[in-house]
């Protein structure tokens, strides 16, 4: 057990390393004015974070971040099972939604911020909004594609409906709705860095607009690079909410499993909004 | 609720069943007494599920009426559990097998450490003590069926119907699964209905055998099985008694008339599938 972890986590880490290592290497030398040494930019991080107020810009957005996407799982999951739940209503919004989906929440960005101003409520609202449909729509087709049998069972059994929703329809839906949070988090980390770039005096979108456009180049790259660390540690944390909540799902054998290729086209599809 | 209200008849009258234009089930009466192992047989596609689910109060029948005693089953009872065909699809795969088994029991408000009893009294009467743990997916598909067994039993209804309980299971389990149903009806006095296409199975389970036929389907033939209650696999089944009954119900099945031919192709089993 553990020596096949142990395994298994040098497989998954060798890549990584190459690559740093190879990055750090092969840049060390580098002269070129926009592209500085990789442990530069390494360096410049650390040290913006230690005492350039990058800390403070990372707490910012961060928090945007965290509040927008926890705000859309609350309440995408909620109106999505009981929009899932009710044929009627999930006819009658289809179109809206389909056209909600459709538009790329990117154009909202002037609008919003010429309507709630340039402080954090209009990014959390703004990363509210991205991250609201990827887990709407996946919350309503989760609902949507749960066994009849599984609903006929809890019918027959005469389970209340406060029940149903919690023990039944929710963790049914699960997989799916964790699926639409993995694709919100991708598209609520664009829109903190395009909300903090135009018009915000603090985050990390403004960090790295603020030290390009005054040519402190190794900032800027320190500060790209802390973008990308923020995403990849919060999709490590979801990850790992997601071996928690869907244990039963992973360990089961993979023919029982719900065919997901339905997931990986609605991620692509998200991802290239 | 007394006990006169919660043992009744289980009684058809001038059912119905059409799914659109296409009929399902015409004028079909039967009942059901208390106490008593009927099975029900036809042919695959003769409208057994559909008939289970008008008498379980799942589906709502074009016309005619099901009544418990002299209540109308317009919805699912507190009095009848249903073990499905699917067993797979029925049993909630996000929740252990003893929560599966006490689920109904949490709709009853029933406290957790009582249901906790009961679910594992309930797995223990099927032969599936401390299996509590696992998950459904973890059983064979034979144990899969004792746990909806058990959680029909945990419901603790005066009715147990059964939609082809034993389809998909191997022969060896499936005997096991036959006699266990024998012995808890006999241990508990309850009402058992089964569904099933296997005309020796309806023959080796019943008191009663109803057989469905023509096209919409109705009842063609209600036969008492006179095999007595204590019924045993190898010896039940080589009476000559027990031959002659498989042989009319075949016959029946097949469009003959009710009187049996005196020499019946005796290994013929049409109706599996
Ligand atoms: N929900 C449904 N809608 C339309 N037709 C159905 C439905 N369920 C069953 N049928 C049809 O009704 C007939 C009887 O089905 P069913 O009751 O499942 O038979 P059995 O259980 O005896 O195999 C079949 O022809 C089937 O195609
Ligand atoms: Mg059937």
Request: hydrophobic share 45%; net charge positive; aromatic share 6%.
């Amino acid at each position: 057990m553990s020596r096949t972890f142990l395994v298994s986590a040098l497989n998954q880490l060798w890549l990584p390393v190459l690559v740093i290592v190879l990055l750090w290497v092969g840049t060390a030398g580098s002269t070129n004015f926009y592209f500085p040494p990789f442990g530069d930019m390494v360096g410049a991080m650390g040290a913006n974070l230690a005492h350039g107020g990058l800390l403070e810009d990372l707490w910012f957005s961060l928090k945007n971040i965290l509040a927008g996407l926890g705000l859309a799982i609350v309440v995408g999951v909620l109106a999505g099972l009981i929009i899932g739940e009710h044929r009627r209503l999930r006819e009658s919004l289809g179109p809206v939604l389909d056209f909600a989906r459709a538009t790329p929440t990117v154009a909202f960005v002037p609008v919003i911020i010429l309507t709630l101003g340039i402080g954090a409520t209009p990014k959390i609202f703004l990363i509210f909004l991205g991250s609201l449909w990827p887990i709407l729509l996946n919350t309503i087709s989760g609902v949507e594609g749960i066994n009849p049998a599984v609903l006929e069972t809890a019918r027959s059994y005469r389970i209340p409906w406060q029940l149903r929703l919690r023990r039944v329809i929710l963790p049914g839906a699960t997989p799916q709705i964790v699926a639409g949070v993995r694709v919100a988090l991708s598209v609520a980390v664009v829109l903190m860095v395009v909300s903090e770039i135009y018009g915000s005096p603090v985050g990390l979108g403004n960090f790295i607009l603020r030290s390009g456009s005054s040519f402190a180049v190794t900032d800027t790259w320190g500060g790209t690079l802390l973008i990308g660390l923020l995403g990849y540690g919060l999709s490590v944390v979801l990850l790992a909410v997601e071996h928690v909540l869907l244990g039963w799902y992973f360990q089961r054998p993979p023919r029982v499993r719900r065919n997901t290729q339905g997931l990986a086209l609605l991620e692509r599809e998200a991802l290239t909004r | 609720m007394s006990d006169s209200d919660r043992l009744a008849p289980l009684s058809v009258t001038g059912l119905h069943k059409s799914y659109g234009h296409h009929a399902v089930l015409a004028d079909l009466n039967l009942s059901v007494e208390p106490g008593s192992f009927v099975c029900i047989v036809g042919p695959s596609g003769a409208g057994k599920t559909t008939l289970l689910r008008c008498l379980s109060g799942l589906l709502a029948p074009t016309s005619g009426s099901v009544r418990y005693g002299d209540r109308p089953v317009n919805q699912p009872l507190a009095e009848i559990a249903v073990v499905f065909q699917d067993y797979r699809g029925s049993l909630l795969p996000w929740m252990r097998v003893r929560d599966n088994v006490a689920f109904p029991l949490e709709g009853r408000g029933v406290s957790r450490s009582a249901r906790r009893a009961r679910a594992d009294e309930c797995l223990a009467a099927v032969g599936l003590p401390g299996v509590g743990d696992k998950y459904p997916w973890q059983l064979s598909g034979g144990m899969q069926q004792r746990v909806a067994i058990a959680r029909g039993l945990a419901y603790d209804a005066a009715v147990l119907l059964m939609d082809e309980p034993f389809g998909s299971v191997d022969a060896q389990a499936r005997f096991d699964l036959e006699d266990l149903v024998l012995r808890l009806r006999r241990d508990l006095g309850i009402t058992v209905i089964v569904v099933t296409h296997d005309i020796d199975e309806a023959v080796y389970l019943g008191d009663r055998v109803i057989v469905l036929g023509g096209q919409p389907a109705t009842v063609i033939d209600n036969l008492t099985v006179d095999l007595g209650q204590d019924r045993d696999q190898i010896h039940t089944r080589a009476l000559p008694r027990f031959a002659e009954l498989r042989t009319r119900v075949l016959t029946r099945i097949r469009g003959g008339a009710a009187a049996p031919d005196p020499a019946p192709p005796a290994q013929l089993d049409v109706s599996r599938t």
